[in-house]
C-alpha cells in the first residue's frame, strides 16, 4: 500500500524497524555522503553538511528524508536526528546515567568525548 502522507512519527517508526533490524547497515547509510553541487546545497529544507578543506558540501540520506518534513525556523534543525551512546577513546562507553555530551571531558581521565554506538532514529527538538 502506497501511503498518500506520512508524519515524522510514521518515518521514525519506519527508520528505527531497519535500525533494529539491521544497525550496521543504518549507520553505513548515515555514514555515505557523497559530494552534492551548489543548488542542491542551497535547497530550502534539505540538509547538507560543509567541508571548508574541500569547499565543497555533501549530502545523506538523512539529509533527503528531513528535507521531506522542512526544517525548524530558529534552530535551522530538520525533524529527525540520529542518537549515539556517548564513549571516551580511552575508557570506553560512558553510560546512559552519566549526564555527558559529545565533546564534554571523560569523567574518569579528562579527554574529550566522540560519538559511540548507534542507539535509534529519534525526533530533534526542533519544533
Known sequence: ???KSITVEDALEVLNRAAKTDPEAMESL????????EALA?????????????GKTKVGFLGIINGL?????ESGMGAICMAYNVDCPKCGPTGEDVDVQLGDPCPKCGDILITGKFLDFRRTNAK
Do not use: L, W
Open 1 to 3: 500500500m502506497i501511503h
Open 30 to 37: 548515515r555514514n555515505a555522503q557523497v559530494y552534492c553541487n
Open 42 to 54: 542551497d535547497d530550502p529544507t534539505i540538509q547538507v553538511n560543509s567541508y571548508s578543506e574541500k
Open 69 to 73: 518534513f522542512g526544517i525548524d525556523d
